[in-house]
């Protein structure tokens, strides 16, 4: 139904920059939040932003100050810029979107393939 492609990922050095973009294509107007989440070999996958569709921003800790969550609504996208990267911060990156029906409360996750994001010297 709703279908996630991203783009940006990359290698870069400690201090750098990158752009994350992640398009929503198909059933768009269910989706009620977006966001990043990333995952390190052998740990779990951790949120690192969400946008609701009201425009309400919730950061992880670990990442606030140096990232940046966007949207623009004309193109049904949403990007991360990633400021000041610190090794930590290595990991495949993915986009979620957060579908609800809002009759019966149900939810449903949708999930881009990931990209990779390596920040080393």
């Known amino acids: 139904q709703v279908q996630l492609v991203e783009s940006g990922g990359g290698l870069v050095q400690p201090g750098g920059s990158l752009r994350l973009s992640c398009a929503a294509s198909?059933?768009?107007?269910?989706?009620?939040?977006m966001g990043w989440y990333r995952q390190a070999p052998g740990n779990e996958r951790e949120l690192v932003v969400v946008?609701?569709?009201?425009?309400?921003?919730n950061y992880a800790d670990s990442v606030k100050g140096r990232f940046t969550i966007s949207r623009d609504n004309a193109k049904n996208t949403v990007y991360l810029q990633m400021n000041s990267l610190k090794p930590e911060d290595t990991a495949v990156y993915y986009c979620?979107?957060?579908?609800?029906?809002?009759?019966?409360?149900?939810?449903?996750?949708?999930w881009g393939q990931g990209t990779q994001v390596t920040v080393s010297s």
């Open positions: 198909g059933s768009i107007f269910s989706i009620y939040a």
């Open positions: 979620n979107a957060e579908a609800r029906v809002v009759t019966s409360g149900q939810k449903y996750d949708y």
């Open positions: 946008i609701t569709s009201g425009g309400s921003t």
